[in-house]
């Protein structure tokens, strides 16, 4: 990963608010980032329920259809299948990459809280937890369970930032995109990226 063109792991469950994911991604491609994703079966479903973006299961037609969508430049994606072990996100010996799981299925909360390493998803991010790597999971429900919230301080406590799809309003959102762009705002920031996005508080004073 270089300064100039960071990459960036990007990882889709299959919990409601697959539209986070998706602008997240477009504005990784708009800042000439290298994305790798990994998108699950039911991310798959909840992708073609809440948008208008149908992803075929393949990783081949997969990546033709996000990078049509997004944009990308030819090499800039890559799309991993869900048992490819040989990807670069499966192992700690590979680069420091940032995940971030968007959304983030309280499925994979738990398998991340308890170790499983049951698919590619959830081994990138035990890579993410066992080498101190950036990790940041979007959870996407309502309400949480006393279950939920003893998995995401258990890996708050292990260095995971728990970012919940729970937009501001100060911004004074005019439309759904807008609410998704502050979100998307934030994981920009964690992330080190600059946005334009939402603008930052007091600074419009």
Known sequence: ??????????????????????????CLVALDCRVNIMVSKAAR???????????????????????????????????????????????????RVPLVICPCST???????????????????????KERRPL?????????SEIHLENMLKLTRMGAVIMPASPGF????ASVDDLVDFIVARLL????LPQTLVPRWGEER
């Open 1 to 26: 990963m270089t300064a100039d063109n960071p990459t960036i792991n990007l990882a889709f469950t299959g919990a409601s608010g697959a539209q986070y994911g998706l602008r997240l991604l477009q």
């Open 107 to 129: 499925g994979t909360l738990s398998a991340l809280a308890t170790g499983a390493s049951n698919n590619l998803i959830e081994r990138a991010g035990d890579v993410a937890l």
């Open 189 to 192: 920031d964690h992330l080190g």
């Open 136 to 144: 940041i999971l979007v959870p996407r429900e309502a309400p949480y």
């Open 170 to 173: 100060y911004h004074n959102p």
């Open 45 to 95: 479903v909840v992708i073609a329920t809440e948008t208008a973006v149908r992803l075929p299961a393949s990783t081949s037609g997969a990546l033709a259809v996000l990078q049509e969508w997004s944009g990308a430049r030819d090499g800039q994606l890559k799309v991993f299948g869900h048992e490819d072990w040989f990807s670069p996100p499966a192992s700690g010996s590979g680069a």
